[in-house]
């Protein structure tokens, strides 16, 4: 069996000691720090396997930032329990760590390495020459993206959020998205990396990611900051909260700070502050000083902005900012020493004793990003307000055009940094473009995501059902299961034909050329066409309607079945289009056909049906053909009339009527 490699993490952020490392090291171990997530890759990874501890920051040189992998210590897997959690690890005790420049894309906690020059340089210690870079980490594919605010736009189902992963993976480690499949063999351990960089719980968050979809009721408040009432034994009291986009805008600032204004010595504000409130939690009587002997105060509290502390004289209505005891930290305000400003001195001299740094490296110039799903549904000036013009690229911090303002409620000073990303999407049936806020459309640059049908063939969905399980046996129960559906479905008859070691030859050339559909050329597919379907739909929308109205490809992407088609085509295409329609069965019927919609009524029968009632201008009433809807679930074969000639049509011979305007055999 091939040896397998993977880098993996070792420090546990929040905890006590950061460094995991000597621990693993000592009891022959590797743990996963999480408990929800990498369950399933934990447990997949095969004894005998090669663990390189790792460490992945940023640098920069010559004003470029540079991406490193730092590797602590290698080992070998000596046992896998299957708990999720932990393995067995035999420890090289004598490893002496080594650097390796421009390769530190390998961020997840868990990365498995594929590449053969990747698994030399990092396992086999081979040295790097002065300046050279190895073919599968280019100076190309490691990059800084340059669009900080952009919209991907289509109609529905074309692929717009489920993009939005790739891109804020990409921006975060600093890959380009075409590369990303060097990283993350499939799509699975792509999303793994995302929903770690994700941040899940905002009062001591641990990611870089942030997720939030507009609605009509979202508001300023919930973006930016309002006043909001909460519980002090048992007494309602009012503070200033921060909404996702300024708590997001703080944590990134806070780490361009670090990297660009800070002391290399120290650690970022944030995690000293971290700490620094863990040890006010254990001794809540610690004291502060003062410049006078003797008048010592004490924190009584923390909300999302402000810290709460009462005088030696006893009063306790005052509060210090947090905002302006991290601009202390990094040396960007002088102290007042007049007024509240004499209480920050005592409290900055108490945080910077948890701010030294545990390991000597260059600081991580990291990159942020927020996702706004459906940006167009909500109201954008209102939400944003004044802070629209911050996040115009010129005018992020460090830029010589850098603006700031103070804002409304916590009057704070506010500005964005330059290493927040944008990332928004934008359903075009539910409203277009052009119909967008003025302000949002000179601020971001726009990407189409339109329907890929390509992505439909047969070709490209057994390659990608192939990939996503390439790291089991062609045996495999659920792996053989959908396997075996497709090749029924899609009429793969060679390919159902196929020994195993067949397929292997096959998928070393799928895992050598990617993407190459020509690799299954001279096999034969004679089932259904999803590709065909998709573009006859959308041609006869784009007729009818417009290019806004399209249907995307992701609706047909997890189809097994005729079944499945079936639920497809009532659950969602057939709602779809009566709401682009407005109910209007008849124009349904021009773009599904006579297999899916027939004529219930005439114009004539409904004037028969109508009540005799002379006092009414009949010749006012809208005379209309009334439509009804084909369904094959009640009853699987339907009478349809097709050149005069009536036949029996059951639901695979309506989706060859869909495409091809005949009827074809039943399968």
Known sequence: MDTKYYCVGFYWYGSDPENQLPRFIEKGIWENGFDDKYLDKVNSIPVGSKLAAKTSYTRKENGKTVSVLEIHCIGTVTANPKNGHTLNVSWDKDFKKFKLDGRGAYRSTISQVNHRENIDYIFGNKKQKEGSALPAFNKEALY????????????????????????????????????????????????????????????????????????????????????????????????????????????????????????????????????????????????????????????????????????????????????TLRDFYYGRSKRKLSGIGIYYPGVLEELKKDSEVTIEEDK???????????????????????????????????????????????????SVPPNLYIIGTMNTADRSVEALDTALRRRFSFTEMPPKPNLLSPERLIWQLWKDYGDVPWVDPEFLTKEQQYYSLFGAKDLSAMSPDEKDNLWEKIDKNGEDESIFNGLTFDGLKLKELLRTINRRLEILLTS?????????MSIYSMDDLSDVIYDKVLPLLQEYFYGDFGK??????????????????????????DDYDMDAVVSKDIFKIIDYRSRPVHQIVLNELRYEVDFPQAINLLINSKIEPAA
């Open 364 to 414: 991580d110039d990291k990159n942020y990003v927020l996702i706004i799903d459906e940006i167009n549904r909500g109201n954008v000036s209102q939400i944003f307000g004044e802070l629209i013009t911050l996040i115009e690229q010129d005018k992020r911090i460090g830029n010589k055009e850098a603006l700031e303002v103070i804002l409304p409620y916590s009057k704070e000073k506010f």
């Open 144 to 323: 800084e993206e340059k669009q900080l605010n952009q919209i991907l736009y289509g109609p529905p189902g074309s692929g717009k959020t489920y993009h939005t992963i790739n891109k804020a993976v990409s921006i975060i480690d600093r890959i380009k998205e075409s590369d990303l499949g060097n990283y993350f063999p499939n799509r699975k351990s792509l999303k793994e990396r995302f929903d770690e960089l994700l941040i899940d719980d905002w009062s001591n968050p641990q990611g870089q990611i942030a997720f939030i979809t507009f609605h009509q009721s979202f508001n300023y408040e919930e973006f930016i900051e309002g006043i909001k009432p909460s519980l002090n034994n048992k007494d309602i009291q009012y503070e200033y909260a921060s909404g996702i986009f300024k708590s997001i805008v703080d944590l990134a600032t806070d780490n361009w700070l670090n990297v660009h204004e800070g002391n290399k010595a120290e650690v970022s504000f944030d995690e000293a502050f971290f700490k620094f409130k863990e040890r006010w939690e254990e001794n809540q009587e610690m004291p502060f000083k003062m410049k006078t002997p003797g008048k010592e105060f004490t924190i009584i509290g923390f909300t999302n902005s402000s810290i709460l502390f009462k005088k030696a004289s006893g009063g306790t209505d005052h509060t210090l900012s947090i905002k």
């Open 548 to 556: 806004d109205h399209l249907i995307g490809h992701s609706y047909f």
């Open 588 to 613: 349904i019927g021009l773009v599904l056909g006579k297999g899916f919609i027939k004529r219930e009524q005439t114009a004539e029968d409904i004037n028969d049906v109508l009540a005799d009632f």
